[in-house]
């Protein structure tokens, strides 16, 4: 379902490069696949295997109530806790998923953010229409979707009655932890299970990511298969067995030749949030005791008009991974046009073939000029190859950083920017701002 093709990185790693890093990865599986690593962490890597087929039928069955009494689904979350589901939607259905006509609810995604503005638009949506919720968050504690989950919640009960809200509202989150799961029981809301040993950004096969992507009418059976091909395909330790762990010495290779930032490039504009997700995958694992590859994405052909320049001519710093989907769907055959002469070389030619010219023609572009090019092959835009595609990249990116000598499950960073957060919103148990400025002074 997906192939990894290095035919672009011949002039940037030799095969001994390869040999020297085998050990690392060999470590790094091992440490990955046995039970005491990272302790709590690790629960994504079977997760295909040993799903909870109960907690599974239970989100098939409320995704099927959700699609016929609501028009609007409101998915409230951020971080791990919605840009997997937002990437899945897009990448199966369209990034205009909620303009298109269809028998199944809008999707709006609130709380990833902190603007009223946003928020407000989609209250404003709602007014009038009948709205299901579904609060996502592992901690329970998060304020954003926290504060967008306190105004939806008021807006439902002003609406439907507290008893009537009750039903249309899901709570996804830990199954004894945090404030969510207190609110979820104290209202008697249904709730679905985060994994004590699956965090965030690993949480998308989880009923995080399942519940939004199965009301869309997406196939989650097929998500999972495909998942689990991922796993059986990926565990062999040799990377010359496993293109997994092939790109993730290769993106290892590539940093330690001062290549730091990675554009991972998609050819299909409804493609872009599962860069996004990306992004968020490898940069929240990798990035930590200032060490990590920068990842970025890009939507060519359009950013080719814009970032093209940088990749092609600017800082050396760059390799890049394009993921190319070889039948992604819909196609349209351009037709002969006499005032418009200049396109007639394309007369019955289609636009996903032309495409897929220019992806070749990109890849040859970048890697001649000295930008390291890995292409990921995915056979389709269906359900079980966005499984495989998901599973492939938390297994590259958990090898990646563990040969990089991090941590992939934690955040430290993203706590240091919570704490000067509450300090100036005055939370009580917080160091006010003024300790956090002397504490700095006294430093300096
Ligand atoms: O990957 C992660 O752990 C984070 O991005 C979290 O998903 C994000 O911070 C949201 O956390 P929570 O689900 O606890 O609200």
């Not at 239970?58 to 409101?74: G, H, Y």
């Not at 949030?273 to 060490?291: A, P, R, T």
């Amino acid at each position: 379902m997906l192939t990894l093709d290095c035919k672009h990185l011949k002039n940037f790693i030799g095969p001994h490069e390869y040999l020297a890093v085998k050990p690392q990865i060999e470590h790094a599986h091992k440490f990955l696949h046995s039970e005491d690593s990272f302790g709590d962490n690790i629960g994504w890597v079977s997760l295909p295997k040993n799903y909870n087929v109960l907690e599974f039928e239970k989100i098939l069955k409320v995704s099927k109530k959700i699609q016929e009494d609501s028009d609007i689904f409101v998915v409230v979350g951020i971080g791990g806790s919605y840009i997997g589901a937002r990437a899945a939607i897009e990448f199966l259905k369209s990034d205009l998923y909620n303009n298109l006509p269809k028998n199944t609810p809008d999707i709006y995604f609130v709380g990833n953010s902190a603007s009223a503005s946003s928020l407000s638009d989609v209250l404003e949506l709602c007014k009038g229409k009948r709205i299901s919720l579904n609060v996502i968050s592992k901690s329970g504690t998060t304020t954003e979707p926290a504060i967008a989950f306190s105004i939806f919640k008021e807006f439902m009960e002003k609406n439907y009655g507290k008893e009537h809200a009750r039903s249309r509202i899901y709570c996804t989150t830990d199954v004894e932890d945090g404030d969510l799961k207190s609110i979820a029981d104290e209202n008697g809301y249904d709730t679905f299970v985060i994994p004590k040993n699956i965090g965030g950004r690993f949480s998308v096969l989880t009923a995080v990511g399942l519940l939004p992507i199965a009301v869309s009418g997406a196939d989650i059976s097929e998500l999972m298969r495909g998942a689990t091909c991922a796993y059986d395909d990926l565990l062999k330790e040799d990377i010359e067995k496993n293109q997994c762990y092939k790109y993730a010495a290769i993106r290892n290779i590539l940093y330690k030749k001062a290549k730091q930032i990675e554009v991972m490039a998609f050819f299909e504009p409804r493609f872009s949030f599962l860069g996004k997700w990306v992004e968020q995958l490898f940069g929240e694992s990798e990035g930590k005791d200032h060490k990590g590859i920068f990842p970025t994405s890009m939507i060519f052909s359009t950013d080719l008009h814009s970032m093209g320049q940088f990749i092609q001519d600017g800082s050396k710093n760059i390799f890049e991974t394009i993921l190319f989907v070889n039948h992604v769907g819909k196609d349209i055959t351009i037709k002969g046009d006499n005032q418009l002469k200049s396109l007639n070389f394309l007369e019955g030619k289609t636009m996903n073939w032309i495409n897929k010219k220019m992806f070749e023609s990109t890849a040859i572009a970048h890697s001649d000029g000295f930008v390291p090019t890995i292409v990921l092959h995915a056979r389709d835009a269906f359900e079980a190859t966005l499984g495989y595609i998901f599973y492939f990249l938390e297994k590259a990116c958990a090898i990646s950083s563990l040969i990089m000598g991090v941590n992939p499950f934690d955040q430290p960073g993203v706590e240091s920017y919570k704490k000067n957060m509450f300090a100036l919103l005055g939370k009580a148990g917080y160091e006010s701002i003024k300790e956090i400025l002397d504490k700095r002074l006294d430093k300096n």
